[in-house]
């Protein structure tokens, strides 16, 4: 059982079995009293909340899938097409569940990386060639497009969210009636997913914003600038 337990109810009573009763099902037989990683549906669960080990293994998984498959990623085949056979497999590997993910700045500095190691791998460049990352992604004709990725899939599914009348919506919103056991830190507030958004004018305008979806899509086009690295 859980350490800690929430008391749900539903405006609409005839759903909330449909929606809760496969969650609660699975959640039950998780134990994180002990402190350890427990795994949920194909997701790795900490005590603290932290997505860094989920990121970690996914990052594992992708490159021993890069592994097995490496003489079809360095072979002679077209470049672009190479390059899209990696990010069809082995992105979407390591990119499972990233919607959700709430990104340090030590997790976007692992993305980046295993983002470089991707490329060359592919064009069999050894880390004792010395050749810089900006050489690397010139040679592939590429740039650090993994965290725009993981920002507009997010982008896009927190959308769906804010424009839909769902029990997800009232969890992101704090709207969910029960007791939780809240310990204030020291230092800065702990950084939140939709943080990744932002979006500093706060969650109404991001609600807002979302209302529209052709304006909310063009928020979070490739050209709207860099993500820069934030660890708040």
Excluded at 23 to 32: L, Q
Excluded at 55 to 60: E, G, V
Excluded at 119 to 132: A, F, G, L, P, Q
Aim: hydrophobic share 35%; net charge positive; proline share 0%.
């Amino acid at each position: 059982m859980l350490s800690a337990r929430v008391v749900l109810r539903s405006h609409n009573e005839d759903n909330w079995d449909n929606q809760v009763s496969s969650i609660w099902e699975s959640v039950e037989k998780i134990d994180m009293r002990g402190g350890e990683e427990q795994r949920l549906w194909a997701c790795s669960l900490t005590d603290d909340g932290r997505c860094t080990s989920e990121i970690k293994s996914r990052i594992a998984m992708a490159k021993a899938v890069f592994s097995k498959k490496k003489n079809l990623f360095t072979s002679k085949l077209d470049l672009n097409l190479r390059k899209k056979l990696v990010k069809c497999y082995i992105w979407s590997i390591a990119l499972y569940g990233a919607e959700t993910w709430t990104l340090r700045a030590v997790d976007q500095k692992h993305l980046e990386s295993f983002e470089m190691w991707c490329w060359r791998r592919m064009e069999k460049i050894s880390w004792t060639d010395y050749v810089r990352n900006e050489e690397v992604l010139i040679r592939v004709s590429e740039q650090r497009n993994i965290l725009h990725e993981i920002r507009k899939r997010k982008a896009n599914w927190i959308g769906h969210v804010l424009r839909r009348n769902c029990l997800l919506k009232e969890v992101i919103e704090g709207k969910i009636e029960g007791r939780i056991e809240v310990t204030r830190r020291r230092g800065r507030r702990r950084k939140k997913m939709l943080d990744d958004l932002g979006d500093r004018r706060g969650y109404c305008h991001l609600k807002e914003k979302a209302l529209d979806r052709i304006k909310w899509r063009n928020c979070f086009e490739r050209d709207c600038g860099p993500v820069v690295l934030t660890d708040y």
